[in-house]
């Protein structure tokens, strides 16, 4: 689908490269979370994929050909245009035409519950609606790869869902998805692979169930006083532990120290005001992995 | 289809920018019919209104065919002779002229003797008394035309005296006899399409196509702030990254553009030929050839669609292009003799008016309109706003290829 070798790339004056040596393999039916802080070298990255720059070393391939089709965070279409004058407009610039523009035309305006808007003018709609009208133009074009750079910034919970639902079709349809976003739970529930760059390089580059799988931890807060006895049953069980304001995050928790545990927290004087079990989220992961540096 | 759908799109996006239409469809208008009002009195083919007494010291036969001779004369030189007769005075005629000044008027005062020394060889003084308000121009017309009434008087009493003329015919029939036979046949020609033409135009020659081209060129604004927009809400992105180039993200933009400047010229002349007279101002007269109207309407438009191109390509934000296209319009029609008539600027601005392309395009107007030019007249003007729109358009097209390889994957996060 698409294949980076050793892909770098310099900006003309800067100092250091913005992407070096990256490799990367995306296949039908991926879909790769990208991740990284200001500066990694995600917009290069997609800038290189979107065929906007060219990679200054390596090669970059992508098999069919074909352009990718891209939904940008910024609003990218002509809000004096009505909806569907909008997506005229970039089924003619996709050159589609006869029963595919009418089919493509179809799926995009039910796949973003945007039929009732069509005669509306593009900057009269809400927020969420510009943001499903953005998505939609993005999805007109029938191609093998989506890039979504944060496609669901300012949606509602219902869009969203609706959104993330349709990316998940794209993959399930053998289509391959690059996707960007700061809301890390999306990335978790659409990617099903992360790539996180640092400094313009691949720093991890992992199936997402086995990066958040192996580890489980607990969650404990209170509403008062920690209470010490369970601080020294901690240290007496040899689990490491991270000490909270208001509790403890344990890290990688087996069945038995959890029974353990809950024995000794169900006989002590305060209960906790939170206590979750489970694989660490996305985002945990992230600030884990990335140091929580800005 | 790709550029149809541009063009498309661009057309659209015009025609509902209330703002832009304001600006290039009402703004001129409105600069047009209160210019013209305003400047009316400029350069007018009519003579200003005065007030002109006539003092007759005999209520007799020579005096009165003076009166009317000069009536007569008067109105060859374009004064608007109200009330000709005698207002009932055996004294005094008031020959009321177009308007009413205020002051005194002016005075023709024939002397005593005027009819018993028609026949000598030197005539009676006739006095001519000017108020001081009297301008020059006025003076030397009422000069010459008391003058020829004189000799038409004097030579109407030598064939009444020599028997060519009958004693029994009527005042009218005096008048035609003498008019024949001082008549001249002079004829008058002008090299056309040359020479000042500035100053000779009146205020509806001048204000159409002053603000006819004001106007146009204001089609840089919704061009470049367009652009802006386009590049500012990741329109530009999603284009690029639809593998769109300089050629038909340019194309698609300027048909719409060529057709709204075509539009404006057509328009505005529109509104000099017809709307202007029902304001009381003269109408527009579009002497010449349709082609040689169609060709300046061709180039010029050239010119402004490529230095709206070239500043769209300029400016960072929607902020500077309006401050860029507003404002360098302002500043070439200030000095291109748009808002001050070159014939009335001092010669260093004159000479500082040719740098800019309003002003040839002006010249080439008033070169048809006053100069009574052809196409092989305005030509040279033609040419300039052609080599104008070239470099404008060339330099446009490569900043607009800059811009379009700078343009950013942007995120704000």
Not at chain 1, 110 to 133: D, I, K, M, V, Y
């Amino acid at each position: 689908m698409i294949e980076l070798a050793g892909v770098g790339y310099r900006y003309p004056g800067a100092e250091q490269p913005a992407l070096h040596d990256v490799s990367l393999t995306l296949r039908a039916g991926e879909c790769l979370g990208l991740l990284g802080a200001n500066g990694a070298g995600k917009t290069t990255l997609l800038s290189l994929i979107s065929g906007l720059r060219q990679p200054g070393a390596g090669q970059l391939r992508v098999t069919d050909g074909q352009r990718p089709g891209m939904v940008p965070q910024q609003l990218a279409f002509y809000p004096e245009l009505k909806v569907r004058e909008n997506l005229e407009l970039f089924a003619d610039l996709h050159c589609l035409r006869g029963q595919i523009r009418r089919q493509r035309m179809d799926w995009v305006i039910a796949r973003t519950a945007l039929a009732e808007r069509l005669p509306r003018q593009a900057g009269n709609l809400s927020g969420g609606e510009q943001r499903r009208l953005n998505f939609a133009i993005g999805l007109l074009q029938p191609t093998a790869l989506y890039l979504f750079d944060e496609a669901t910034v300012g949606v509602d919970a219902h869009s969203r869902q609706l959104l993330l639902a349709t990316v998940e079709e794209l993959t399930s349809e053998g289509h391959a998805v690059i996707y960007t976003s700061h809301y890390l739970d999306e990335v978790e529930r659409v990617a099903n692979r992360i790539l996180l760059l640092e400094r313009g390089q691949v720093k991890l580059d992992l199936d997402t169930r086995a990066l958040l799988g192996e580890q489980h931890g607990l969650l404990l807060k209170w509403p008062g006083a920690l209470p010490e006895a369970l601080e020294q049953e901690l240290l007496a069980m040899q689990l490491p532990f991270k000490r909270l304001a208001d509790g403890w995050h344990i890290e990688a928790l087996q069945g038995a120290e959890l029974a353990r545990l809950c024995t000794l927290i169900a006989k002590l004087p305060e209960l906790p005001s939170l206590l979750r079990f489970g694989r660490p989220s996305l985002e945990q992961l992230y600030l884990h992995l990335s140091g929580g540096a800005l | 289809m790709i550029l149809r759908a541009l063009m498309l799109k661009e057309w659209r996006i015009l025609l509902r920018d209330a703002h832009a239409l304001a600006v290039l469809f009402l703004m001129p208008a409105l600069f047009l019919l209160l210019m013209a009002m305003a400047m009316a009195n400029i350069n007018l083919d009519r003579q200003p209104p005065l007030d002109l007494t006539l003092q007759l010291t005999a209520d007799d036969a020579d005096s009165r065919f003076f009166q009317r001779a000069l009536a007569a004369q008067l109105k060859t030189r374009s004064f608007t002779v109200i009330a000709p007769d005698s207002n009932g005075s055996a004294q005094t005629t008031t020959l009321q002229l177009d308007g009413t000044a205020v002051g005194e008027p002016l005075q023709v005062r024939l002397p005593d003797d005027f009819s018993a020394g028609l026949l000598d060889s030197e005539p009676a003084e006739v006095t001519l008394i000017f108020p001081a308000r009297t301008d020059a121009a006025s003076r030397q017309q009422l000069r010459g035309a008391v003058q020829i009434a004189l000799a038409q008087t004097r030579l109407m009493a030598f064939l009444l005296d020599s028997g060519e003329l009958d004693e029994d015919s009527s005042e009218q029939e005096r008048l035609e006899l003498v008019g024949k036979r001082t008549a001249n046949r002079i004829v008058e020609q002008e090299l056309l399409a040359s020479g000042d033409l500035a100053q000779r135009a009146n205020a509806t020659q001048h204000n159409v196509p002053a603000w006819l081209i004001f106007g146009m060129f204001f089609v840089m604004l919704p061009m470049a702030n367009g652009f802006q927009r386009e590049q500012a809400n990741g329109t530009l992105l999603r284009l690029r990254c639809m593998g769109l180039g300089l050629g038909p993200l340019a194309l698609g933009k300027l048909p719409p553009y060529f057709a709204i400047n075509l539009l404006q010229f057509a328009l505005l002349l529109g509104i000099g030929v017809w709307a202007l007279p029902l304001l009381g101002v003269p109408g527009l007269s579009l002497p010449g050839s349709p082609l040689a109207y169609a060709l300046l309407a061709l180039c010029l438009t050239l010119a402004t669609c490529s230095l709206g191109l070239a500043i769209a390509a300029i400016a960072r934000s929607t902020e500077q292009a309006l401050l860029l296209s507003g404002g360098l319009n302002i500043i070439l029609a200030a000095i291109g003799g748009i808002m001050v008539p070159k014939g009335v600027m001092p010669e260093t601005m004159r000479q500082l008016a040719e740098v800019s392309p309003m002003s040839w395009a002006l010249d080439a107007f008033l070169t048809l309109l006053v100069g009574q030019g052809g196409i092989a007249d305005i030509l040279p003007y033609c040419l300039r706003l052609l080599l104008f729109a070239a470099v404008a358009s060339s330099l446009g097209l490569f900043l607009f290829h800059r811009r379009l390889r700078e343009t950013q994957w942007t995120t704000h996060y």
